[in-house]
């Protein structure tokens, strides 16, 4: 036996034993994925799974329905919104000279899209009067006093009641 022989037969021992072990360990990763497999089945058949799946399967077609309901309720409440007051504005006054303590008003009231009304309540010795004028995209088919201008300016330049 040559020297290349020997040297051949070395590296074929070797080889041979670089496998064993590659295949020992491989046996170990399937014994550990068998045993963690037979905890997830333990006390229950292939019968159980299908139906736990397909209960599964059917509680998510459910919530798909709930959530397109929802969405359309949401939507239908975003319109009612748009039309809902959202903006008001305020000016106190005195209507007269010979009475004080801005006991006049005018208040305007508006939807987002600047829909609403105009309210002036005047206050005199001879009692009080109130007027209300329809605002309609900001403007008003009926001339405005100052203080309505004024409060309908206030309404169209904030977000929401809370300014």
Known sequence: MNVFELIVGIILVLAVAVLFMIVFAQKKQIKSLEQRYNRFLRGKDVENME???????SEINMLKKSTKTVAE?????????QASFQKMGIVKYDAFDEIGGNLSFAVAILSKKNNGFVLNSV????GCYTYLKEIVNGESYIALGAEEQQALDKAKNTDNFME
């Open 51 to 57: 139906e736990i799946i397909l209960k599964r399967f």
């Open 123 to 126: 206050h005199g010795k001879e």
């Open 73 to 81: 309720s949401l939507s239908g409440i975003d319109e009612m919104g």
